[in-house]
């Protein structure tokens, strides 16, 4: 239909490009919406209020729906939880006046999932039923409970620093926090407590793989993100799954939500307050290298640069060597009192080991966070491989092989 409209112009635009580009062109300036989705290439939406009004006839939907019971309590459960059935959307755009929107239902709810609107939950690869309903995230009032955000670390959970971001101004729109959790919510498994999803006003808590969850939190215009590991074994979190989600996360509102420009990256300490924007380091003052000194705390601690970035930048080099995040988390649960001065050997300062001591209450955790802050130190040198390890500990008087053998690293 479109090329045979620019056909019959005076002076057609001459290819398939070009007319791309004019259509991309007057989507960037808001005169249509075009996309060059699989699902969505063969359309072009001339006017963009008329999605704005398919969407308002769902959300203002009380009074129709009041006069219906049966619909009445499903749009109530829509109102109050964000979950929106296709039994409720037929419903309404059944009705007369909004007949345009039903005949076009798939179609509108294509966009409005493309734009962000609504989500979608990911569908698990075991489940056989196709989910058959949309999360729509600002019409989420209730706040979450403050018992899901505190951070403890414990025996079997270990979170992440939190990841901050804003922009240079300090003003982040609530619109822009909803269309990245739809984002998550689309791509990320849901799980349940008591039958609920954990998805609130400005907060979400979403599965990823390996036992790893995700907390998606929006305080002041800043969005903080972390990442929690539950495991039996003491195994430290994903470092290249944190680093994904990372950058995930940047391509959503980077380029997605076009943020690129403005976008400010910032760091806090696991310990932090969650509804404080205090405490907040910058990506940039972290490249430096330099020591921080955070006052989340009663009294103030220091910490290093990478304590804080470490989870979130992967690095690549010799995976095949590199001791990994469980290897270290076994072989840290057999060594014994000799810790210290295996530290001293692989090249911790008595610094770094006074600041490790007084984070870390446990001995184990203290033992592992001394291996990784040496892994650290010694990934550019590609030298955080088991064989200096064992060299070291044979060094300092611990039995390595015992060590090795019980952390089934032999």
């Not at 960037?28 to 009004?53: A, H, K, M, R």
Request: with cysteine.
């Amino acid at each position: 239909m479109l090329r045979r409209l620019n056909n019959a112009l005076p002076v057609p635009i001459e290819t398939d490009d070009e007319l791309k580009l004019f259509l991309r062109f007057h989507h960037e300036s808001g005169n249509i919406l075009y996309y060059s989705d699989d699902n969505l290439g063969d359309t072009i939406v001339l006017d963009p209020q008329w999605l704005i009004d398919a969407f308002k006839s769902l959300i203002t939907a009380r009074m129709f729906c009041c006069r219906k019971p049966n619909i009445f309590e499903k749009w109530i459960k829509f109102n109050e939880t964000a979950i929106l059935t296709r039994e409720l959307i037929d419903a309404i755009w059944e009705q007369k006046e909004n007949i345009v929107f039903y005949e076009h239902r798939d179609l509108l709810l294509n966009y409005l999932e493309k734009l962000g609107i609504i989500a979608k939950p990911h569908q698990l690869p075991r489940v056989t039923n196709e989910t058959d309903y949309y999360f729509v995230p600002c019409v989420l009032k209730t706040p979450p409970p403050d018992e899901l955000l505190i951070q403890k670390e414990s025996t079997d959970r270990r979170s992440t620093s939190k990841l901050c971001l804003t922009t240079e101004l300090r003003f982040l729109p609530t619109a822009v926090f909803n269309k990245l959790l739809a984002a998550c919510i689309n791509r990320l498994a849901l799980p349940e407590s008591d039958a609920k999803h954990l998805i609130f006003c400005g907060c979400a808590v979403l599965d990823l793989e390996g036992n790893h969850t995700i907390h998606l939190y929006f305080f002041d215009h800043v969005i903080q993100i972390w990442i929690t590991k539950f495991s039996s074994q003491k195994e430290e979190q994903s470092n290249r799954l944190c680093s994904q989600v990372y950058a995930f996360v940047l391509d959503i509102l980077a380029n997605g939500l076009h943020l690129s420009d403005h976008l400010k990256v910032f760091f806090k300490c696991q310990s932090s307050q969650h509804n404080s924007n205090e405490n907040m380091f910058s990506e940039e003052r972290l490249s430096k290298g330099t020591d921080v000194v955070c006052h989340c705390r009663a009294g103030r601690h220091v910490l290093q640069s990478n304590e804080l970035t470490y989870y979130w930048h992967y690095a690549e080099e010799d995976p095949e060597e590199m001791l990994t995040d469980k290897q270290i988390s076994s072989i840290a649960g057999n060594i014994g009192k000799e810790y210290q001065a295996l530290a001293f050997k692989l090249g911790l300062s008595q610094v770094e080991i006074d600041h490790i001591i007084s984070d870390f209450n446990n001995a184990v955790d203290r033992r592992t966070r001394i291996l990784l802050r040496w892994r650290d130190k010694m990934k550019k040198k590609r030298e955080a491989n088991l064989d200096t390890l064992t060299k070291a500990m044979k060094a300092v008087g611990i039995d390595s092989r015992t060590v090795l053998e019980s952390a089934e690293c032999l």
